[in-house]
């Protein structure tokens, strides 16, 4: 039975300088920043111990055009890794890593082709002296790709198999900038057996067969980029196409709502959390997480002050970085109840007016909040990554907080 075995992986980013969170214990912030490293690792480790006959890279291999030679040295070991025991690699290039960079040229293994970037390519893939596959792929010549690469990828025929490497936008995907856009029915309509997808950084199978499949990144880079990362085990073969996803991250972003509203004491709430931190250490990964508090109304009149929240996160901070595996709670939001405020205070003109404002005045709070990012010293109390409807939530709840509070003098 004619059979191909091969590994899919995307969006490596390696070197991501993991901006926002130098705040972190050096240790902890040491393991962010090589995790791209050694997720990498880990599936060059796999694809050995699997025997694949080959690995197929998306696209941006490295997170900036003008790559370090650090992170370039590492690929070339782990290719040779791979060259060592006759898996071979196939590559393209997309957006991050483009070749309009500066960076030094390095030779690479004889296992190990990078495709071009004048138009889409054809490779051959021979196993045991017989022609197994034709791999196809085409390398972002910069940064900004807006034509419709996949358009220009023509079958060749003679192969048992034929398998594409896109770095783009499918079917008008809205969270990565839409480079290389081309619609999933435009990638069906070519006689390819499997499209190894890279560029949008959350896994998706769009379609079975043939699969068109976004491996996602090997790692989370931010709070937005949660659960597991990795890669995907392909087999083709006469049959059904068989795939697995297989876990390398060795950090995985998490994001837990937890409800208080039963909890009034600040010890209570102490314990339900180091409760939600045990929980999340039971996974093989460590964690970074993001928690979302709903409390009641005595517990979020505690927590309103910012010293107080910041005290709690310090102290369920402590220690996590001599454990095995470490949950960094890395940010601590309340979830007020601006509703409960509403019914003390009561209905009225002027509380109407706020809400509008609130509902329908606030909707781009970015641009509201221009001159606090610009400023010198206060850009330093901005998150990288607003949340707005958290902002609007919070302004809400002080605000209203603030008039039961002048109404009960």
């Known amino acids: 039975m004619r059979k191909v075995r091969f590994i899919h992986t995307a969006d490596l980013h390696l070197d991501t300088p993991f901006k926002g969170l130098g705040h972190l214990p050096e240790s902890i912030f040491t393991q962010i920043k090589n995790s791209t490293f050694l997720s990498f690792e880990r599936m060059i480790t796999k694809a050995i111990q699997l025997e694949v006959d080959f690995v197929l890279l998306a696209g941006d291999l490295f997170d900036g055009a003008n790559r370090s030679l650090k992170a370039q040295l590492f690929l070339k070991e782990q290719f040779e890794r791979l060259s060592e025991v006759g898996i071979a690699a196939y590559a393209i290039h997309g957006n991050h890593d ?11 293994p004889d ?10 390519e054809m490779i051959p893939f021979y196993k045991d002296g017989q022609l197994c596959a034709h791999i196809y792929g085409y390398s972002y010549p910069k940064r900004s790709v807006t034509e419709n690469i996949a358009a220009r990828y023509e079958k060749v025929d003679g192969a048992p198999f034929h398998i594409a490497l896109l770095h783009g936008t499918v079917g008008g995907n809205t969270e990565h900038d839409p480079y290389a856009p081309s619609s ?20 998706s199978e769009l379609n079975h067969e043939p699969p068109v499949v976004y491996a996602g990144n090997i790692q989370g880079l931010n709070r937005k980029e949660e659960g597991a990362k990795g890669c995907y085990l392909v087999e083709l073969s006469d049959e059904k196409p068989q795939l697995q996803f297989i876990q390398t991250a060795p950090i995985q972003w998490t994001s837990v709502s937890v409800s208080t509203e039963e909890i009034d004491e600040v010890d209570d709430l102490l314990r339900c959390m180091k409760d939600v931190i045990e929980t999340h250490r039971s996974t093989d990964a460590h964690t970074i997480l993001s928690v979302d508090l709903k409390v009641n109304q005595t517990l979020g009149s505690i927590l309103q002050d910012q010293s107080t929240l ?41 509380i109407e007016e706020v809400m509008d404002v ?5 909707e781009d709070l970015e641009t509201v909040l ?40």
Request: aromatic share 12%.
């Open 98 to 108: 483009h070749l309009e960079g500066k960076f030094v040229q390095l030779s690479w």
């Open 310 to 350: 910041d005290d709690i996160l310090e102290h369920l901070q402590q220690s996590e970085e001599e454990e095995t595996t470490f949950v960094w709670i890395n940010r601590l939001n309340v979830q007020h109840n601006s509703g409960d405020l509403l019914q003390d205070i009561g209905s009225s003109h002027f």
């Open 184 to 203: 999933l029915q435009e990638l069906l309509d070519k006689p390819f057996d499997y499209w190894a997808l890279g560029h949008i950084h959350k896994r």
């Open 358 to 362: 609130f509902n329908n005045e606030l």
């Open 370 to 409: 221009q001159p606090l990012v610009k400023h010198r010293k206060g850009k330093r109390f901005i998150e990288q990554d607003l949340d707005q409807n958290e902002i609007k939530q919070a302004a809400q709840y002080l605000l209203f907080d603030s008039m039961m509070k002048d109404s009960e003098r």
């Open 111 to 120: 296992h190990v082709h990078f495709f071009g970037s004048s138009a889409p």
